[in-house]
Nanobody, 122 residues
Framework: QLQLVESGGGLVQPGGSLRLSCAAS????????IGWFRQGPGKEREEVSC????????NYASSVKGRFTISRDNAKNTVYLQMNSLKSEDTAVYYC???????????????WGQGTQVTVSS
């Protein structure tokens, strides 16, 4: 019953943009820090971004800094990941997780979504 649901993935060409959404079902995200993670083919899972419960603090992996933007709208119980200037290396399944804080990576990962596929290819 308690779920995180990712959406917004798809197939885009290099240089394109996508906006991913992470929505909570059965609980509120107001008091959780949220992290976005990805796992590409043949690669280990990595954290790409984290946002504090209030949205006052955001962190980014070096590989996406300047291209990705994390934000949240607690009134809509949703966290977003805006992805611009996409590269083939960004191809992965993207997951969101709810935890305690960003320090700078997400601590206390209580809930996970099932992921959404992002494919960057010409």
């Amino acid at each position: 019953q308690l779920q995180l649901v990712e959406s917004g993935g798809g197939l885009v060409q290099p240089g394109g943009s996508l906006r991913l959404s992470c929505a909570a079902s059965g609980f509120t995200l107001d008091y959780y820090a949220i992290g976005w993670f990805r796992q590409g083919p043949g690669k280990e899972r990595e954290e790409v971004s984290c946002i504090s419960s209030t949205g006052s603090r955001t962190n980014y992996a070096s590989s996406v800094k300047g291209r990705f933007t994390i934000s949240r709208d607690n009134a809509k119980n949703t966290v977003y990941l805006q992805m611009n200037s996409l590269k083939s290396e960004d191809t992965a399944v993207y997951y969101c997780a709810a935890g305690s804080l960003c320090n700078p990576v997400l601590v206390g990962r209580h809930y996970w979504g099932q992921g959404t596929q992002v494919t960057v290819s010409s």
